[in-house]
């Protein structure tokens, strides 16, 4: 093997040079404007805007760098703040102050400004069945295991931490809306208002039909008389604790239809109407019941084994495609896993509540643009990844078109991003940045 000599150069070499389209999209949105008008107390005249604060962040979380001691990599770097579009780079100390006093005043500012972003680029939003876009909410908890921060405590899922809500809409999962809850705060809390929430965003963003989309845990006559009301398609699987789960079994013995897929397993499958108090009208249950009585290593049961779900349902659609695109719902959970692991969110750097939430919201502007990047570089083969693919995943983009190396060069007034003549990514990457507009 070779021997390297070591030597380090005047050139100005840009390692995430994918921050200039992080910027570019930041720029074309208002958030320079309304987050400079948002009084910091005790601060007159910021040195460091509030935008700048908020960009340099941007920059961190495009990075997958949650803490805020990341930016001191980045303090004295000229190619941060211009590929960033910024004048100042804030110190550790200052961005983690200024992002606290901001607080919920920056988080209302973000939440539109993302939904506003949106709407300028104007993405694809793909149908899940015929013109209905799919609008998933779910919540997803993040392990903060072993630390003492504000709002921590037993999730559902075992561990400590928090308990999130997101709502994703279309195809390619973008995140329209999110919501920091403790972690033993149930679904319910605050659904309402999130769901309305989020389909006036859906609204906002598409004329297509939304079908909303949701679990056991948001069950809820309030939450069908809000679909109902806003008038959108859904799918809502019912949550059985209350209900005569006999008689409903009987009802499916009655009416499903019966198929068979193996011995010792029928599957009975059909729709019913319910009355509901309150709402406007009855509502459509299809039901799903598998019956079991030898199982797949010819294990024969006693007693068969019975699974029912149940799915509160008003899309005009065949029940096994109702069933099938219920199932469809669990796609989130990979959206789940690109915010926690990919960006690196799950484990929240503060121990102040309210500025984890900010840092969250912060995060799900900075994933739409990923989403939007990695869409964009799926418009035409020039990319050196091959394959059907139908979505791009956020890691790949972090890694191919945010970590993509170039030599910056002023020359008559005009600023230049020089690439190697071996950089695979350059055509893909030269067609997105084009394209944020």
Request: hydrophobic share 35%; glycine share 6%.
């Amino acid at each position: 093997m070779s021997k390297f000599k070591l030597e380090q150069s005047d050139e100005i070499l840009i390692t995430p040079t994918g921050l200039v389209t992080v910027g570019k999209l930041l720029s074309i949105t208002s958030l320079k404007e309304k987050l400079n008008k948002v009084k910091i107390p005790d601060i007159d005249e910021p040195l460091i805007k509030n935008h700048e604060v908020l960009y340099s962040y941007a920059g961190l979380l495009a990075q997958g760098k949650v803490s805020f001691d990341n930016i001191e990599e980045f303090r004295d770097l000229d190619s941060f703040t211009t590929t960033m579009g910024i004048n100042n780079c804030p110190a550790s100390p200052t961005l983690r102050q200024r992002l606290k006093k901001g607080g919920l005043d920056f988080i209302k500012i973000i939440k539109e400004e993302t939904v506003s972003l949106l709407k300028t680029v104007d993405p694809d939003f793909n149908t899940c069945y015929e013109n209905n876009v799919p609008l998933d909410l779910d919540d997803s908890p993040f392990d903060n295991s072993d630390t003492k921060k504000e709002g921590v405590n037993r999730t559902y899922k075992g561990f400590d931490g928090y308990c999130p809500s997101f709502a994703y809409l279309g195809k390619e999962g973008y995140l329209i809306n999110t919501k920091l809850k403790e972690g033993k705060a149930h679904s319910m809390r605050g659904a309402k208002e999130f769901l309305t929430q989020s389909i006036d965003n859906s609204k906002e963003l598409t004329d297509k039909d939304i079908l909303v989309r949701m679990d056991a845990g948001y069950d809820s006559k309030d939450i069908l008389k809000i679909c109902q009301e806003k008038k959108v398609n859904f799918i809502i699987k019912r949550n059985l604790r209350n209900n005569d789960k006999d008689k409903i079994i009987e009802k499916c013995h009655e009416k499903g239809e019966i198929t068979v897929p193996r011995d010792g397993k029928k599957v009975y499958r059909g729709s019913y109407q319910k009355d509901i108090p309150e709402l406007e009208s009855p509502v459509k249950v299809v039901f799903d019941l598998k019956e079991t009585t030898i199982d797949k290593d010819g294990q024969l049961h006693l007693v068969p084994d019975l699974e029912l779900d149940l799915y509160w349902v008003n899309l005009n659609a065949a029940d096994d495609e109702v069933i099938e695109l219920y199932h469809k719902h669990g796609t989130c959970e990979q959206f789940h896993s690109e915010i926690k692991t990919d960006m690196d969110l799950e484990r929240l750097p503060s121990g102040d509540f309210n500025l984890n939430e900010l840092v969250l919201v912060i995060g799900m502007l900075v994933y739409n643009i990923l989403r939007f990047m990695g869409q964009l570089s799926l418009q035409k083969p020039d990319s050196p990844l091959k394959g059907g693919v139908q979505r791009r995943r956020v890691r790949t983009v972090m890694q191919n078109l945010i970590m993509i190396a170039s030599k910056l060069v002023s020359h008559a007034r005009q600023l230049y991003l020089k690439f190697g003549s071996e950089s695979p990514w350059f055509k893909t990457f030269r067609r997105v940045y084009r394209g944020c507009t």
